[in-house]
């Protein structure tokens, strides 16, 4: 910035807009000058001033009335307002100072009084402003760092749980399994001797045909499979379900390799191109000559499908999601953005908890961006979300060169 600062001086007196005026330019200042309340608030509107001088006695709008507009609107509510006013009853300076001015120069003014004050309000609105930034940036990484320390500690908890049900779920798959050919043979049996009996003892038929019904031997036949086969499914999940586990808990045995994120993208379309063709456009933007970066690339297969395989879900009937891939200064940003559903602003901060789902049971299991949000930390990029409800919602990704 070449000047000291925009300065807006209201005042219906020439004279007194000359003098201010003169005096805040030869300080370095850009001064704009209005001569009433509703000049003053055009003028903030085309372009916002760091600091106004404020006269209270104005025709058309007076200086109150500005200020209370200027208060209200939260476009101009921050702008340090200092009234200077010909007005020097304790009442009016106490009224101007309530109603949000942050100083009260009385008429006539001194100069360098003005000079001064107008100094040391711009000095504390811009220590203001940072440490407002600052604030800001402490709380982005304060949840940033939350988030991590949840995941790590979880991570352990869940490598060790995911280890421990392996093993169970693996007797209980192979088990089915067998159990089922089993049975297939023994259903084979009964309904042998069942066939023979019949052809070959007519006089015992009744007592057998007793005992059929006493054992309920037909409905067992047929309740049998389907039992066997909901536990073979509810297997198949929970093994899924470890699967994840492990993936969101620790780095898998693949080693960092140079590759291109694209084909990772490509290979999550593919997989799940079922969920989305005829229904959904896929808009692709991949920069030309991407350079390939050191990375997991199944990992990150992993986590697009987990991105894309939402924003699927998040469009009831047809839309569109943009994919785009560009190079920025030290890496590659990657954005994921579809029309769907969105989310509000109270969700926002619990999607990447593990388990934590809005879907129905069955239809998601809350693993998704908590993984997702682990394969990125070990890349040791950055994932951030922005989503408004019905309009869609937007995932940025950051991933490091190197
Ligand atoms: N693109 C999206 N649009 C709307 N909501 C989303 C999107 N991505 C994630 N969510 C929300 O975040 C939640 C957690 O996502 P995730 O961890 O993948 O688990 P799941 O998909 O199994 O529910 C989802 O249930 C959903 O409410
Ligand atoms: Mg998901």
Sequence with gaps: MNSQGIV?????????????????RTEGYEVRVAKNGEQVLKSVSLEKPEIILLDIHMPVMDGFETCKRLKDDINSRDIPIIFISALTETSSKVKALEMGGVDYITK?????????????HLLLRRKTLELELTLNNIKQLQTKLIQSEKMASLGVLVAGIAHEINNPINFVYAGI?????????????????????????PEVADELENIRENYAINKRLEV???????????AIRTTE???GLRLFSRSENEPKTKADITESIETALLLLKNRYKNRIQIEKQYQQNLKPIRCYPGQLTQAFINLIHNAIDAIPDKGIIQIEVRETEGGISISIADDGIGMPAELLSRIYDPFFTTKAVGDGMGMGLAITHGIIERHMGNIQVSSEVNKGTLFEIFLPAN
Excluded: C
């Excluded at 089922?180 to 023979?196: A, S």
């Excluded at 049998?224 to 509810?234: H, N, R, V, W, Y």
């Design 8 to 24: 807006l001086i209201a005042d219906d007196n020439e004279n007194n807009l000359r003098v201010l005026s003169t005096m805040l």
């Design 108 to 120: 006539p003014f001194q100069v360098e009084e003005v000079k001064v004050r107008v100094h040391t």
């Design 177 to 201: 399994n067998s159990l089922i050919k089993n049975f297939m043979e023994l259903e084979k049996g009964i309904k042998e001797v069942i066939e023979w009996v019949r052809q070959n003892k």
């Design 224 to 234: 049998i499979p389907q039992l066997a086969g909901d536990i073979k499914t509810g």
């Design 241 to 243: 379900i470890v699967k």
